[in-house]
């Protein structure tokens, strides 16, 4: 027990994956509108910001400045302290967005009723399921013609692999959606539509055996609904806390979040059966949050774009006790004790000074450049690592030419600056040093980043040129294997990455397989740890 029990209990601190255009933004600001946060849905992020032209460079920098704030989202709901971490998707999809789900203790999975499971889902999916932690599912848009809710339940059990348990059931979709129908209480909450902005519509629940269902619904669908209820009761996955727990079963909920329907009873039962701040693996053991030493990790470095601020802000989860503002900590790989500057907070749209905060909750520190991605800050008199964040495969792949060979110097600090921070990730030639470098990113736009920022901060002009590949292995036992030897297809390349580590690139999935084939013994991952 701790000291600060209460406090650190109440917290929820989870992400929202999606595809982009799901609705994960439309769900965000719904339940900011419960926590009472903000008044009218909509003003979470500017949405003519957020789909910006990659040429235009000051618009990324407006965006990047908007996300900065929107990143973390706290707000107060039923006696919980929610803090709500946003992956950013569209071309800002980086490394970042999966460095986030590090921070977080569950994910809200938004699904587009109409399409299933999209490609960045499937990544972002990937990434929780390594993890462990738990994982809801919000089926959303169900307004708008929706696939067969069989077969969305099975995509998602085939394409993800984990089993689902429906906690409500759509009634139709499109015109002809009436609401859901809970298999616990056994009522349909009924649909109607409401204005956008307002907090909802009037949703009447009535039991399933009640003659006004009848109203609701035409014999049709009520005949199919009956149905559908005793083919669940028969095929589906019971609920199970534990499963929910360990990530291996995902409760499922429909809804539409532009009309605010199902919407409210989600966040209800998600933060019963969701987490309070899990324990983090250290160096010296797991490390309980309710420890009353302060203890946190960085998990995301963001570099500010205005040239008259060089400074970067280290975003840190906190993992134990409490954060107090006026007290030293120790910043364990830098090996001083400090204070840190200027923490802040995001409390939706707005950013403000925080004097303490609690585990689970994600405060931002103005950082002089002496953090680094995964390092580790707690009480002074403590001294503890936490388990690294691994480095996630890039999927694009530039060869980047100096225009300007004088600046060699210029260049090679910038680039390695640069990817020190995390924003893109550099290798080089297998076996011939530092002449050529590639340059590995999650999205495309880090490529416009990098372009940007080595010309502005670092007055180094580069051309990039785009390589095929698109799939990276790291070697896992890289100990008891001789990488010269390494039998691969004609489309593969070897390189090492800054710490001397030696990787593959492929063109497709169809050579890693091959690769794999050729050489037994060798172990390929997709996460350097
Ligand atoms: P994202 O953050 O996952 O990218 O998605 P976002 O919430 O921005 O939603 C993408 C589009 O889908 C938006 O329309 C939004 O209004 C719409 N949408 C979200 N939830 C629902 C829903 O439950 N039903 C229906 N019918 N539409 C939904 P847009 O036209 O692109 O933007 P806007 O002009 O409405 O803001």
Redesign the pocket.
Known sequence: MSKYTNEIEKRRTFAII????????????KFLLYGGAINLA?SVKG?AT?RHAVSDWMEIEKERGISVTSSVLQFHYDGYCINILDTP??QDFSEDTYRTLMAADSAVM?I?GSKGVEAQTRKLFKVCVMRHIPIFTFI?????DANDTFDLLDEIEKELGIATCPINWPIGSGKKFRGVYDRDTEKILTFSDTQ?GTKEGVIEEIPLSDSRADEIMDPEQKAQLLDEIELLDGASADFDQELVSKGKLTPVFF?????N?GVETFLEHFLKMTTSPLPRVSDIGEIDPMDDDFSAFVFKIQANMNKAHRDRIAFMRICSGKFDASQEVYHVQGDKKMRLLQPQQMMAESRHVVDEAYAGDIIGVFDPGIFSIGDTICAPGKKFAFEGIPTFAPEHFARVRQIDTMKRKQFVKGINQIAQEGAIQIFQEFNTGMEEIIVGVVGVLQFDVLKYRLENEYNVDIRLETLPYEHIRWIANKEEVKVDKIIGTSDMKKVTDLKGNPLLLFVNSWSVGMTEDRNPGLILTEFSK
């Open positions: 999606s595809h982009p255009d799901a609705g994960k933004t439309t769900l965000t600001e909509g949405k957020a998707g569209h938004v587009d959303n848009k169900m307004d708008r956008k809804g539409s979040a532009l009309t329907f």
